[in-house]
């Protein structure tokens, strides 16, 4: 087996987090409980008899069996019918795309780009199908009416949401402009799920723990990300998704997970910082400085996502269409809007939460406007 084309030798030359960057956002990934996240070990390599430091042996995304296992297709595939998956597609700055979105189609004005990792050598019948369905997407998301839900016949929610909350909480202002990977299985059915996650090596670079990672004005583009937040039913996937976060206090958990692994490189953090001296200068306290950093961002966005009593469905405002929403969720079963139903806050969400909603309005409890 050529191990070069499964495992990468990072360097993690990083001297603000304590080499705590990516293993955080990896963490989280696995709590949050998205298909795949790649394993990473701190190793000392010595080259050619010369100590050269500490490094992370971390596992390549690729498509196989216990990474991101979908069914894959042959390079340079003509078939119509076997090129619907296999698709795992990287957002980077290479310029070699399968695909490309232009602004007003405008050539010179690029909004993103997808490299195919898989396949990797790709025939004009493939390229055509999954440029084809991205623009098919694109064209769904970017629609004046944001209850449309044509776009979840191409996006698969609940790993953009997860995706979404991660990136969020590490400040990773790169997310869904560079490094960003989706996949694709087999099948006209199957939709793009965002992830792995990979490479926060932006995290808290360029950004604070008091703003959204869109709006910070960078060379980075966030177009689809922007257009989505404006969907209340993506709105009410993430809000779920950070419920989650809060009750299985996944931010304790990832502490407790780097806590053990600060303690298995200790040793190694000195001697690398003996080998490359530049990089040691700050790191007495950077594990420290970056957990407080994660600490406030997720405090900041538990304030900013906290919706007005009986705002069911995430729109900003309180009227029947709450009510609508409950009767949904107890007559039909329709769980998008579960997270945010249980609104007299006993644990169930029944007739009582409608009744709360009743109150609400009578009582005059309507919210401000939204921006």
């Known amino acids: ?23 955080s956002g990896f963490e989280m990934s696995r709590l949050l ?4 996240t790649p394993l990473q070990k701190p190793v000392e390599v010595v080259l050619n008899g010369e100590y050269i430091g500490l490094y992370f042996l971390c596992e390549k995304i690729r498509v196989e069996s216990g990474r991101v296992d979908i069914q894959e297709q042959q390079d340079n595939d003509t078939n119509p019918y076997n090129v619907s998956g296999g698709w795992l597609l990287e957002q980077s700055g ?57 776009w979840e016949n191409y996006i698969d929610v609940p790993s953009l949401a997860k995706f979404y909350i991660i990136n969020e909480v590490m400040s990773n202002i790169e997310s869904f402009c560079r490094s960003m990977f989706v996949y694709k299985d087999w099948g006209e059915d199957e939709k793009l799920k965002f992830g792995p996650v990979w490479d926060f090596g932006n995290t808290f670079i360029l950004s604070g723990t008091d703003e959204f990672i869109y709006n910070y004005n960078t060379q980075f583009t966030f177009l689809w990300l922007r257009e989505l937040l404006k969907f209340p039913r993506f709105k009410a996937a993430y809000l779920s998704v950070w419920k989650k976060f ?25 001697y690398d910082k003996v080998r490359w001296p530049y990089y040691g200068d700050i790191w007495s306290n950077a594990s420290e400085n970056f957990w407080d950093l994660v600490i406030s961002k997720a405090a900041w966005l538990d304030e900013q996502w906290s919706l007005p009593e009986g705002d069911v469905n995430c729109d900003g405002y309180i009227t029947s269409a709450d009510v609508t929403t409950i009767y949904n969720y107890l007559l039909l079963g329709d769980e998008t809007y579960k997270s945010t139903s249980d609104v ?18 009578l009582n005059g409890g309507f919210p401000p406007l939204p921006h």
Request: some cysteine.
């Open 246 to 270: 809060k009750e299985e206090n996944i931010l304790a958990q990832v502490f407790e997970h780097n806590q053990h692994l600060i303690a298995t490189i200790t040793t190694a953090k000195l």
């Open 33 to 36: 409980g998205m298909e795949y």
């Open 344 to 361: 007299d806050g006993d644990g169930a969400i029944t007739s009582h939460d409608i009744t709360k909603i009743y109150d609400i309005l």
């Open 1 to 23: 087996m050529d191990k070069s084309k499964h495992f990468i030798l990072m360097p993690h030359a990083d001297d603000l987090s304590g080499y705590l960057r990516d293993e």
């Open 94 to 150: 290479t310029g070699t795309y399968v695909h490309g979105q232009f602004e007003n189609n405008d050539p010179s004005r690029l909004w993103y780009w997808f490299e195919s990792h898989s396949p990797e050598n790709v025939s004009q019948v493939q390229k055509e199908y999954i440029s084809r369905f991205i623009f098919q997407a694109d064209s769904c998301i970017f629609v004046n009416n944001k209850h449309d839900r044509g």
